[in-house]
Nanobody, 115 residues
Framework: QVQLVQSGGGLVQPGGSLRLSCTAS????????MGWYRQAPGQERASVAL???????QYEASVQGRFTVSRDNAKNTVYLQMNELKPEDTAVYYC?????????WGNGTLVTVSS
């Protein structure tokens, strides 16, 4: 069973940057989308950034222009570059890879934006 392993979360000051990584432990075929979701305390999990293969991207309005989703096929990895972070970006971030027949989720990584 392929697993998604996340890294890169942590504590950052407002205005700072973080890059999240999500690496698949094996090959995933027939990928449709690769993306990032977040869940803040008391809120539902929601889409943040989506990469619709091969190159179409979609972003939640509040992160447009600040966050960038990208992938490295050779490393089986999807990234989320987060710039100009705000306190309201604080949440647990999850990666997701959706294939035609399977749906994979990372285990989540906490991002805290605070001074």
């Amino acid at each position: 069973q392929v697993q998604l392993v996340q890294s890169g979360g942590g504590l950052v000051q407002p205005g700072g940057s973080l890059r999240l990584s999500c690496t698949a432990s094996g090959s995933i075929v027939d990928i449709v989308t690769m993306g990032w979701y977040r869940q803040a305390p008391g809120q539902e999990r929601a889409s943040v950034a989506l990469l619709i293969l091969p190159e179409t991207t979609q972003y939640e309005a509040s992160v447009q222009g600040r966050f960038t989703v990208s992938r490295d096929n050779a490393k089986n990895t999807v990234y989320l570059q987060m710039n100009e972070l705000k306190p309201e970006d604080t949440a647990v971030y999850y990666c997701r890879i959706r294939a035609i027949d399977m749906n994979y989720w990372g285990n989540g990584t906490l991002v805290t934006v605070s001074s």
